[in-house]
């Protein structure tokens, strides 16, 4: 009698965390970076001094579009989401670094991605114009069930190359993107606002975008650090529609 291999213990996530691990980011920050222009080196006493009184100053840099003096700081985000929402994010490349976990260097953890009920999943209209709609129940259990199910037969097929000794950098090739996968990634103001101007949907946008939802997931939560780091700069962001200086 042939023993039956015990099921897959996967793990099933719908949700995406981002931590907010170090951050050298104020307002002040973006002040004395852009009033150097004209005080040279007194523009560090901007440093010590309130922001707030300094509101109109960003939120002109902002409408006008003198980005650089927002480059000058720092964020470092720890995120945990599918691979695939990690090629997306990876086209942003100016004004980012990165860092993602190595599939060669560890075996990789039965943790994989399915849509929660609040995800839209019919797809409506022509590429360029389509938008997309709520699922009926059905298809939500019909798109778990087989999500679910492609994963546990991936990751066994994973394990079974592991165990007869096939290194991790070829055994990873089977897994799919729905695998959840961590990074750190670090930018600055100005690249994040530019990240959040493509990858979520606002309406205070003056240029509308349709980024994929899981993908916006990530972007709300590092958007709600960034605000608690700059809330003047993050108002202004908003006040002037959005758009990456």
């Known amino acids: 009698m042939t023993d039956t291999p015990e099921p897959t213990k996967a793990h099933f996530r719908s949700d995406v965390t981002v931590d907010l ?24 006493e901007e440093v010590t001094k309130d922001p ?18 927002f480059e000058h700081n720092s964020m470092t985000f720890f995120i945990s989401a599918p691979i695939f929402v990690f090629r997306e994010f990876m086209r942003h490349r100016v004004g980012w670094s990165y860092n993602e976990e190595s599939g060669r260097y560890r075996e990789l953890e039965p943790v ?13 209209g022509r590429p360029g114009k389509y938008e997309f709609v ?6 939500h259990a019909l798109t778990s069930r087989v999500m679910e ?27 799919p993107v729905g695998l959840f996968s961590t990074m750190y990634a670090t930018c600055n103001a100005r690249s994040l606002m530019h990240f959040l101007g493509l990858r979520t949907q606002h309406e205070l946008a003056k240029v509308p975008s349709f980024p994929q939802r899981e993908i916006e997931m990530v972007g709300e939560q ?12 993050h108002a202004a962001f908003n006040k002037n529609g959005r758009v990456a200086p």
């Open 21 to 44: 691990v170090k951050s050298a980011a104020a307002d002040s920050d973006v002040l004395f970076a852009a009033r150097v222009s004209t005080a040279g080196e007194q523009s560090l």
């Open 52 to 69: 707030e009184r300094s509101k109109g100053l960003i939120n002109f840099l902002m409408r006008d579009r003198h980005g650089s003096p």
């Open 112 to 124: 994989f991605y399915t849509p929660g009920e609040s995800r839209k999943l019919i797809q409506q």
């Open 134 to 139: 709520e699922g009926a129940p059905k298809q």
């Open 149 to 175: 199910d492609s994963y546990r037969q991936a990751y066994d097929a994973y394990q079974e190359m592991l165990a007869a000794g096939v290194a991790r950098e070829v055994a990873r090739a089977v897994l």
């Open 222 to 233: 590092m958007e709600q650090h960034w605000a608690g780091l700059m809330p003047l700069t």
